[in-house]
């Protein structure tokens, strides 16, 4: 951990984030709603959806889950919890057939708890996570999905009997980010570190990302903000993968009828994520796009879209 706090070029990953500088919320209370799905880039396939209901108020001090956490001395704090569920699915998602050689359907929920600490001084933040939930058929990946092609007229999928059977998810995430650039509200650059560990993934990953337009000051606390705010960002992530449970099955039960070898997982991964996002006082929008390397062998690459909403309480 000590040796990702200090290196000087490094960011987060894996699916939704929503933690990032970029993605700050001027408020102790606010409630956010992210939904990502590869509907926004033509395709079917891989990371196949996710969504996540975040809520952040001070009152979450209290929250027993914190006395896990460090603190980072001279800083602000944010706390806050959230409800994420995300699913995977193989090129061939109709077929009852297992897709041998492709990614196993799997669909995971958590709770999650975090804080944000902000050192406005250094210029820096610390988000912590800890995350409890399910992996398998329990996180009812295969109803959901199943409804929403119902409703939008898509082929129905018939795979999910295959699927990564039931089993506990327990992780914690520690994201770093530094400011390095910025030139008055008009750019900035920072670079980031994470790290993952648990049994749904163990990772960590480094890089950077930086905005560009009206920007907003989330390396501050008293700075006044604009009413309004316009920016785009590009965030490039390069990730060295430990184990994921979405392809490898559960780290306690072993009767998934299918999943991918610990030696077809590709130990490296390169994910590039870009956006635009627009900001008042009270609310936020983001239209994002994604795109990542094949993550096991026999793999492809694979692209997600999404969107976020949000408002200050």
């Known amino acids: 951990m000590i040796f990702l706090l200090v290196l000087p070029n490094i960011l987060i990953s894996q699916k939704i984030d929503n933690l990032t500088s970029f993605r700050e919320i001027k408020s102790d209370s606010y409630f956010r709603f992210s939904y990502e799905n590869d ?56 077929s009852s057939e297992i897709q041998f050689g492709d990614r196993p359907f799997s669909s995971a929920i958590m709770l999650k708890s975090f804080n944000i600490a902000i ?26 999905q199943v409804e929403i092609h119902k409703v939008t007229g898509n082929k129905i ?9 039931n089993d506990l998810v327990i992780n914690y995430k520690v994201d770093y980010e530094k400011q390095l650039i910025r030139y008055t509200d008009l750019f900035a650059l920072q670079a980031n570190s994470s790290m993952q560990l648990g049994t749904l993934f163990s990772n960590a990953s480094v890089g950077f990302n930086t905005q560009i337009g009206i920007i907003n000051s989330p390396f501050t606390l008293n700075k006044p903000e604009k009413a309004f705010r316009l920016y785009a960002y590009a965030q490039p992530i390069v990730k060295v993968v430990g184990y994921d449970a979405t392809l490898q099955g559960g780290v306690f039960n072993k009767e998934s009828v299918y ?5 077809s997982i590709e130990r490296f991964t390169a994910q ?42």
């Open 272 to 313: 590039f994520n870009y956006g635009i996002v627009i900001k008042t006082k009270t609310l936020y929008f983001e239209y994002s796009k994604s795109f990542i390397t094949k993550e096991f062998n026999s793999g492809n690459s694979a692209k997600w879209g999404g969107f976020k909403i949000g408002f200050t309480l």
């Open 259 to 263: 999943n991918i070898s610990s030696g």
């Open 157 to 165: 999928p018939g795979g999910w009997d295959n699927q990564i059977k």
């Open 39 to 94: 509907f926004f880039s033509a395709t079917d396939r891989d990371y196949t959806q996710g969504y996540s209901l975040e809520f952040v108020n001070s009152k979450l001090e209290k929250n027993p889950i914190n006395h896990l956490f460090f603190n980072l001395d001279k800083s602000n704090y944010k706390y806050g919890i959230s409800i994420e569920h995300i699913g995977f699915t193989p090129n061939n998602y109709v």
């Open 119 to 144: 050192d406005s001084i250094r210029k820096r933040r610390i988000a912590q996570t800890f995350s409890l939930g399910l992996i398998g058929p329990g996180a009812f990946g295969k109803e959901m």
